[in-house]
């Protein structure tokens, strides 16, 4: 099945605003990709143009073959005939409907026979053939989900478009079903694209990103490449990189570059033609915090820097931990390390970051 999607489209909203869609899909078979951006970065406008909700006012949309929206020859196919399932964030089930009849709702052109058949496959599918003659309000937030998914997938689409499917659960929900989702979108065996603002949603259900701020694409690509090497600060700030700081190279020497950062010096890894001026990305749980002192490096190419604790700020199991070693530095660590270390603001410590966990960004 050709499921090469291109989407190079422009939407123009009256106020002038206009966000850019420009991405695609590669590769034929299953794979899901994540727009992943903040709030009001275009992620659901780009979702809603491949959906047909949203006129192209630029540009065009092609999805395996066929030719979805191209404002230079004025085609705009409705959503009806792009053959795809989509599932907005409100799911949107009929109260007054009974979970088959939800599910069979977009099946009226075939016969009730053909009907019937589809909606127990998607009740078997689905695990929902206990809860079939119920109505979503004697459904829990999980099973409410899996109904509107059952809805999208009902008609056998090419393309699969989910708008935040997890922002209606709690948070407890959210955790125990990702897994679930991932697991049944790859027994469907349907290209996805999925609307994120959460990195570890993004991180465990997708694996292809695309990063969206202020109505454009900033960077696109395999899901862990991406947010292990962020194109520039504003992909790495959006990606949830705590530290990033400026550095200048003094020397390299063995593949290891030398960069003074603030006061300190550390080691990273050289990616080659950075030029001397750069941006030093290091993620918190990549920082590792040790009682004692102790300076410079390890043969392993393990940076040790003499830090203070300025602040602790517990997040559930973790504790991020705010650090002066010369230049601001994060780190995130378990609540029991923390407790463990019988760590307080204000002690000296030692930070402990490997140089290849460092990440570096050409400074234009």
Same mark, same amino acid.
């Given at each position: ?121 998607? +009740?078997? $599918? /689905? @695990?929902?053939?206990?809860? =079939?003659?119920? #109505? !979503? &309000?004697? *459904? ?5 989900? %899996? ?11 090419? +393309?699969? $478009? /989910? @708008?935040?499917?997890?922002? =209606?659960?709690? #948070? !407890? &929900?959210? *955790? ?5 989702? %991932? ?182």
């Amino acid at each position: 099945m050709d499921a090469h999607l291109i989407c190079d489209a422009d939407h123009r909203y009256g106020d002038g605003t206009t966000i850019e869609a420009r991405f695609e899909i590669p590769q034929p078979g299953f794979s899901v990709t994540v727009l992943f951006g903040p709030s009001g970065s275009g992620k659901t406008t780009a979702l809603r143009l491949l959906a047909g909700l949203e006129r192209t006012d630029r540009g065009s949309i092609r999805f395996g073959g066929a030719t979805w929206s191209d404002a230079t020859r004025g085609i705009h196919c409705s959503p009806q005939h792009r053959d795809l399932g989509f599932l907005p964030q409100a799911y949107s089930l009929f109260p007054h409907f009974s979970v088959t009849e939800n599910l069979g709702y977009g099946l009226g052109a075939q016969t009730p026979r053909e009907r019937n058949a589809r909606v127990a496959e998607l +009740l078997h $599918l /689905l @695990d929902l053939k206990g809860l =079939a003659d119920r #109505r !979503p &309000s004697e *459904l829990s937030g999980g099973q409410q989900q %899996r109904v509107a998914l059952g809805r999208a997938l009902a008609r056998r689409p090419r +393309l699969l $478009l /989910l @708008d935040e499917p997890l922002s =209606a659960l709690d #948070r !407890p &929900s959210q *955790l125990r079903l990702r897994k679930d989702l %991932r697991a049944l979108l790859r027994t469907l065996d349907i290209p996805t694209v999925l609307v994120t603002h959460d990195r570890a949603e993004a991180l465990q259900l997708g694996d292809r990103l695309v990063v969206m701020d202020q109505g454009r694409v900033c960077q696109s690509g395999d899901i862990q490449q991406v947010f292990d090497r962020p194109s520039d600060p504003a992909v790495a700030a959006i990606l949830g990189v705590e530290t990033v700081v400026r550095g200048q190279i003094e020397s390299i020497a063995e593949g290891m570059a030398t960069i003074a950062v603030g006061s300190a010096r550390i080691l990273a890894a050289d990616p080659g033609s950075l030029g001397w001026q750069v941006f030093v990305c290091i993620r918190g749980e990549d920082v590792a915090v040790e009682r004692g002192g102790g300076s410079g490096t390890e043969s392993t190419a393990r940076n040790r820097l003499p830090a203070r604790i300025t602040a602790l700020h517990s997040e559930g199991p973790l504790v991020r931990i705010s650090l002066d070693c010369g230049f601001p530095l994060e780190s995130l660590v378990t609540r029991q390390a923390c407790v463990d270390l019988s760590l307080s603001e204000g002690d000296q410590v030692c930070a402990i970051l490997k140089a290849a966990a460092l990440h570096l960004i050409p400074h234009d």
